[in-house]
């Protein structure tokens, strides 16, 4: 009877470390990913060339295409010759009228001055002739007429000459100065605009997709280019609930990655702070509907470039 007891007992216990070695450990698991980074064009010309392959690393500034510039140069062209005339006006102002023209002025003033003078000797003249009744009334009239033009000319050109000798005023000048400023302003915003033609790299990795070819005409907004950043791609995984209370940002695990044969440690560099479900391939059937948190885990650099999608695994201890 006692044997008998102790079999039952033994046969118990080897059930229980059975079933113990059959209770699969905690898992994470997810694939390799990289944050990806989309170019996009911002001009509608056709493309002229592209000086990278897909799977070339790229540093930041790095250019990945250019687009044609010779619309764009003509207006720069135009451009400059705006500058150019608005700066010669600018200085003709500056430096004031030119001797020669104030002389002319002068010289114009002067023979008014004559003209004055002559006209009034022919008015004093008419006037003694018609006192004595040897001429009309008319030719007094007229010689008042053309003194008084005479003297008109003499008040245009005294105000002409007071002009040029006070030189441009300093409102006209500040007009000048603004239109030079906008067109130069203008001219900066057409050379940043051509800048934009040589698309480049906003950060630094590795060339992902050229969707276009030299010769087509993307779209302003179309993505011509998807670099993965980083060094090495991170390892997002789904943390069980379990699990969630002992990591946190910092946190160093081991990642087993198909195809490499030891894991290597990453450090978790981002957590959720809310749970999801699980995705419907993370875990059996029985575990799907189980809570967890989204991960990411850095990884450390290797000889080359791990490929993106690649399966990983990251293992606990059960609790």
Do not use: W
Request: overall charge negative; hydrophobic content about 40%; proline content about 5%.
């Amino acid at each position: 009877m006692t044997s008998k007891r102790y079999k039952v007992y033994f046969s118990i216990l080897l059930s229980s470390l059975l079933v113990a070695c059959e209770e699969p450990a905690q898992m994470a698991v997810g694939q390799l990913e990289s944050d990806r980074v989309e170019i996009v064009a911002e001009s509608n010309e056709p493309i002229v060339s592209i000086p990278v392959l897909e799977g070339d690393v790229l540093n930041q500034g790095g250019i990945i295409l250019r687009q044609d510039t010779n619309r764009i140069d003509i207006r720069i062209q135009e451009a400059d010759a705006n500058i150019e005339r608005i700066q010669a006006i600018l200085d003709e102002q500056i430096a004031g009228p030119r001797p020669e023209t104030i002389d002319a002025m002068q010289a114009n003033l002067l023979e008014a001055n004559i003209e004055r003078d002559f006209r009034a000797r022919e008015l004093n003249r008419l006037t003694g002739l018609r006192e004595q009744n040897l001429t009309s009334i008319e030719s007094i009239d007229t010689a008042q007429m053309l003194l008084a033009r005479a003297e008109a000319r003499i008040n245009l050109f005294t105000a002409q000459l007071a002009e040029l000798q006070a030189g441009t005023r300093e409102e006209q000048i500040a007009q000048t100065r603004h239109q030079l400023q906008q067109a130069s302003a203008q001219l900066n915003s057409l050379r940043f605009d051509r800048e934009r033609l040589f698309v480049i790299a906003t950060a630094s990795g590795l060339v992902d997709s050229l969707p276009f070819e030299v010769g087509e005409r993307p779209r302003v907004g179309d993505v011509v280019a998807v670099l993965l950043t980083g060094s090495q791609p991170y390892a997002r995984v789904y943390i069980p609930e379990p699990m969630r209370v002992g990591i946190n940002i910092g946190s160093e695990l081991l990642v087993h990655i198909d195809g490499i044969e030891n894991p290597l440690a990453g450090t978790v560099r981002r957590i959720a702070s809310e749970s999801s479900f699980t995705p419907y391939f993370a875990l059996t059937e029985r575990d799907r509907s189980r809570l967890s948190y989204m991960a990411e885990i850095a990884l450390p650099d290797t000889t080359s470039r791990l490929p993106e999608g690649v399966p990983v695994q990251v293992y606990f201890d059960s609790p």
